[in-house]
T-cell receptor, first 110, second 116 residues
């Protein structure tokens, strides 16, 4: 079952913040976040495995709620290089399969 | 170290022709994934292998699609016969065994397939 990502697209000015949500109707084993720039391959950002977990590096962080049905990616003080499409990929226990959401297109302007 | 290598990078073919996409995973990685990306459907998993053995092919659209992994350093995705609706970007990704579900996948640059 494909996770639902929201919003679908956001336009920011450099320095502004953004939040990307990823929701599932069923409890998840894991959530993976990737960023894809136009014409390129998806690039890994981070993985969350535990309910209530929060992770981050630099100015990008993510959380996984206690029920493990929703994850959010937080982009703080956005930079031009943050532009791209952000995908969440969700995993269920017992399988290495990831199901990706349709993505959120982020545009950061000067 | 080289990343995941895919060839060709672009393929244009006519409906009915056979198409073969190739992938070389990162050395030492024991999982290999084939994805298809379109605007309408997003990024979809087609099939994945573990130690060269197909584990889940439930995403393969139909019998026209087949995938093989004859050894740890090579995999192919074949479409025969190809149809215009197969036009998409096909990605190969690999990863190591580790914490279940907890390892990042490394994606190749993709093959852009156009079927006329």
């Amino acid at each position: 079952q494909q996770p639902v990502q929201s919003p679908q697209a956001v336009i920011l000015r450099e320095g502004e913040d953004a939040v990307i949500n990823c929701s599932s109707s069923k409890a998840l084993y894991s959530v993976h976040w990737y960023r894809q720039k136009h014409g390129e391959a998806p690039v890994f950002l981070m993985i969350l495995l535990k309910g209530g977990e929060q992770k981050g590096h630099d100015k990008i962080s993510a959380s996984f709620n206690e029920k493990k049905q929703q994850s959010s990616l937080y982009l703080t003080a956005s930079q031009l290089s943050y532009s791209g499409t952000y995908f969440c990929g969700t995993g269920r226990g017992g399988s290495e399969k990831l199901v990706f959401g349709k993505g959120m297109k982020l545009t950061v302007n000067p | 170290d080289a990343g995941v290598i895919q060839s060709p990078r672009h393929e244009v073919t006519e409906m009915g022709q056979e198409v073969t996409l190739r992938c070389k995973p990162i050395s030492g990685h024991d999982y290999l994934f084939w994805y298809r990306q379109t605007m309408m459907r997003g990024l979809e998993l087609l099939i994945y292998f573990n130690n060269n053995v197909p584990i889940d092919d439930s995403g393969m659209p139909e019998d026209r699609f087949s995938a093989k992994m004859p050894n740890a350093s090579f995999s192919t995705l074949k479409i025969q016969p190809s149809e215009p609706r197969d036009s998409a970007v096909y990605f190969c990704a690999s990863r190591t065994t580790g914490l279940a579900g907890g390892n990042e996948q490394f994606f190749g640059p993709g093959t852009r397939l156009t079927v006329l």
